[in-house]
C-alpha cells in the first residue's frame, strides 16, 4: 500500500485561479524555469484536458502562493485534450500530448504532440508545431494518456502510453492485462511536415494486470504506471537499448478506506519526485461515482512506496 504524505486541492494552489473552478488535471512533468524572484530549482508543471494552460507548482504545493502561476492561460478555448506532459532538455521546451485527433491526410484518429516554448517572464507559450503519431487508434476516446522524451543515440524517443489495452478502446480496450507503450522516433522535420514514425509496440507485462492505464513516469530504468479504474501504481524496469520490460514488476495500491473501498477513483497523472516518493494528479470525478471518489477529485497528491518496496 502507498503511504500519502500530502495532498492539495488545485484550485487552492494558484493565487490567481483566471476565473477557472475545474483543472481536469492530466500529464505532469518535473522541469526547471529561471524565475530571479524565486529560489526553486525545479517546479513541477501540469497540463488539464480541460483547459489550454500548463500549471507550474513549487513543490511544497502551499496554498495559494504567488509563486504559483497558471501559465498561458487561453479562456473560451475548446478543451485542450492534453493527457501527457513532457520536458526537452536540449530546447527548453514542453510536449503536451492531445490524447486523439482526426488527421485529414490519412483519414485516421492519431495522436498529436504539441511542442511548448515558455516565455522569458513565465507568464506565457507559445506553440512551436503541432505534430502527429503516425500511430492509428482504433476509439475517439482512447488515446494516449501518457507521454515521455528521451534521446537515446543521438536520435528523439518518444514513448506515448495507451490508455486502453490492445491500444483499443470499446470492449477489447477493457481485456485486463495487455497494456501497450508506442515507442516512436522524431523525423526530423519541422511545422506541417513533422512528426513521429513508430519504431516499436512495447507489451506492458501482465503484472499490471488494469482495465485501464492513465499515466506514466521515468526514472532511469524505472517506469511507473497507474490505472485510474483499479486505482494501482505498477513499477517495471526497462531496458532502453532492448526497449522492453526486462521483469515482471510490482503493483502497489492506493490507499483504501475502512471497508477497503477505492478512494482514490481518477488518479490520471504521475510523477517521480526521487526514489521513493511520487507526485500524483486526480482528474474530476464522474457523475454516477460515490462521494468518496468525488472528495479525492481534482487534488494533486503526495504518496510514498512501503518500505519493504
Not at 49 to 54: E, I, K, V, Y
Not at 59 to 78: D, I, Q, S, T, W
Not at 152 to 163: I, N, T, V
Request: aromatic fraction near 12%; charge should be negative; proline fraction near 3%.
Amino acid at each position: 500500500m502507498l503511504k500519502l504524505i500530502r495532498e492539495m486541492p488545485l484550485i487552492g494552489l494558484f493565487r490567481d485561479i483566471k476565473g477557472e473552478t475545474k483543472f481536469e488535471a492530466s500529464g505532469m512533468t518535473i522541469a526547471p524555469f529561471n524565475d530571479p524572484h524565486y529560489r526553486v530549482e525545479e517546479w513541477l508543471w501540469i497540463v488539464f484536458d480541460n483547459l489550454h494552460a500548463l500549471g507550474r507548482i513549487d513543490r511544497h504545493m502551499e496554498f495559494a502562493a504567488k509563486k504559483n502561476e497558471l501559465v498561458g492561460h487561453k479562456p473560451g478555448e475548446n478543451e485542450s485534450q492534453f493527457e501527457g506532459l513532457t520536458y526537452i532538455e536540449s530546447t527548453g521546451h514542453f510536449l503536451a500530448m492531445e490524447e486523439v485527433r482526426y488527421h485529414e491526410k490519412h483519414e485516421e484518429l492519431h495522436p498529436f504532440t504539441h511542442e511548448l516554448r515558455i516565455s522569458e517572464d513565465g507568464k506565457q507559450y507559445d506553440t512551436v508545431q503541432v505534430c502527429p503519431v503516425h500511430f492509428t487508434l482504433m476509439g475517439e476516446n482512447k488515446g494516449f494518456e501518457g507521454v515521455h522524451y528521451q534521446q537515446r543515440d543521438g536520435e528523439d524517443l518518444l514513448m506515448g502510453l495507451c490508455e486502453g489495452n490492445h491500444c483499443w478502446g470499446g470492449e477489447r480496450g477493457k481485456d485486463a492485462g495487455n497494456g501497450r507503450i508506442v515507442v516512436s522516433v522524431s523525423n526530423g522535420k519541422s511545422g506541417n511536415g513533422c512528426g513521429w514514425n513508430v519504431v516499436k509496440t512495447v507489451r506492458i507485462p501482465r503484472t499490471a494486470y488494469f482495465t485501464d492505464y492513465s499515466g506514466m513516469a521515468v526514472r532511469g530504468d524505472r517506469i511507473a504506471i497507474v490505472s485510474q479504474e483499479n486505482a494501482t501504481l505498477w513499477i517495471g524496469s526497462f531496458d532502453w537499448q532492448a526497449l522492453e520490460f526486462v521483469d515482471e514488476g510490482r503493483v502497489f495500491h492506493f490507499p483504501r478506506d475502512n471497508h477497503c473501498d477505492i478512494m482514490y477513483c481518477n488518479v490520471e497523472g504521475v510523477q517521480w519526485l526521487d526514489d521513493v516518493r511520487f507526485v500524483v494528479s486526480s482528474d474530476k470525478a464522474k457523475k454516477y461515482q460515490s462521494y468518496r471518489c468525488v472528495a479525492q477529485e481534482q487534488k494533486v497528491h503526495i504518496f510514498a512506496l512501503p518500505e519493504d518496496a
